[in-house]
């Protein structure tokens, strides 16, 4: 009869193994949302920033480390953009899991071509990054290359599970590629039309669907836009005829609003984030479904 405990014992860690799941931190949504994608019912995620925060000023809160504590993987994008608030969370943090070089530690860019590479980092050029521009995702490529690398890594982390990620891999990327084609196909009667944005968050989004943003309400990246910089972006706006110009959650929408009403142009609500903006939310896809359709109406009803 004895024989028997070690046995019911071993059997029951076996099934309380098989079902844990995978305890993530990703500092941002989009990132939680792909990851999500991938992880499915394996994956428990929480999300440092909020959908309508600013990701390169998130609020660091001390309830922060005890996840980070808790977690068995961080996901952070691996470009610096939380580089202002994550670093002091993980100094207070005490996880192997997560160390840097560890399984845990999951940098999302790995794989991807970073955009706008400084040659040397000069701060008078504004907040820049060294490893490159860290708004990658808002090309559906990138997601593809993120999706693969978080399906690998979390097989690695969760070797049982690991056939799941890779299905889950591909019933994301078979449908993200069927959208991608989609959306490339919304923006081909705009094809070189101009847009201006607060911070120069949209390099990505512009090399895949052909439009082109190189006017800013910023000066320079992260420094706050003065009247005199405002006025010729104006000036430029109506020279070059830019009549959209975007508008993200986290920014005053009366600097975009004024801009617009002075050019005729028209303020359009984008995010990076799923839930950034009404009708943004459900996860990645949707929230790429929203930017390419929120765009390309605007741009529709500026070119008639």
């Not at 989009?30 to 000023?57: C, M, N, W, Y």
């Not at 690991?162 to 299905?167: D, M």
């Amino acid at each position: 009869m004895r024989t028997k405990f070690p046995i019911i014992l071993s059997v029951a860690l076996l099934a309380a193994n098989a079902d844990a799941k995978l305890n993530l931190v990703a500092t941002t949504p989009d990132l939680a949302a792909i990851a999500q994608e991938i992880g499915g019912k394996q994956v428990d995620i929480t999300t440092l920033a909020r959908p309508s925060e600013d990701p390169h000023f998130v609020d660091a809160k001390p309830s922060f480390i005890v996840k980070l504590n808790r977690a068995d993987a961080l996901l952070e994008g691996g470009a610096e953009l939380e580089i202002g608030w994550l670093p002091p969370l993980l100094a207070g943090t005490r996880n192997a899991k997560i160390a840097s070089g560890a399984p845990g530690d999951i940098r999302c860019n790995e794989g991807v071509q970073m955009l706008e590479v400084p040659t040397a980092l000069d701060r008078s050029q504004g907040d820049i990054h060294a490893a490159g521009n860290p708004h990658f995702l808002v090309d559906p490529a990138n997601a593809r290359i993120v999706a693969q690398h978080l399906a690998d890594a979390f097989g690695k982390l969760d070797t049982p599970q690991a056939a799941s990620y890779q299905a889950n891999l591909k019933k994301f990327t078979d449908a993200l590629d069927a959208k991608l084609a989609e959306w490339q196909k919304a923006f081909e009667p705009f094809k070189g039309a101009r847009i201006t944005a607060y911070h120069n968050s949209w390099p990505y989004f512009t090399r895949r669907f052909g439009v082109q943003i190189d006017l800013f309400l910023e000066p320079k990246p992260g420094i706050p836009p003065s009247p005199a910089h405002l006025a010729e972006v104006i000036t430029k706006m109506k020279e070059q005829n830019v009549k959209v110009v975007f508008h993200d959650p986290y920014l005053d929408r009366k600097t975009a609003e004024s801009v617009a009403s002075a050019t005729g142009a028209v303020v359009v609500d984008v995010t990076q984030y799923p839930g950034g903006a009404k009708g943004s939310e459900g996860g990645y896809i949707q929230m790429m479904n929203y930017l390419v359709n929120a765009v390309t109406k605007a741009l529709a009803g500026q070119t008639k």
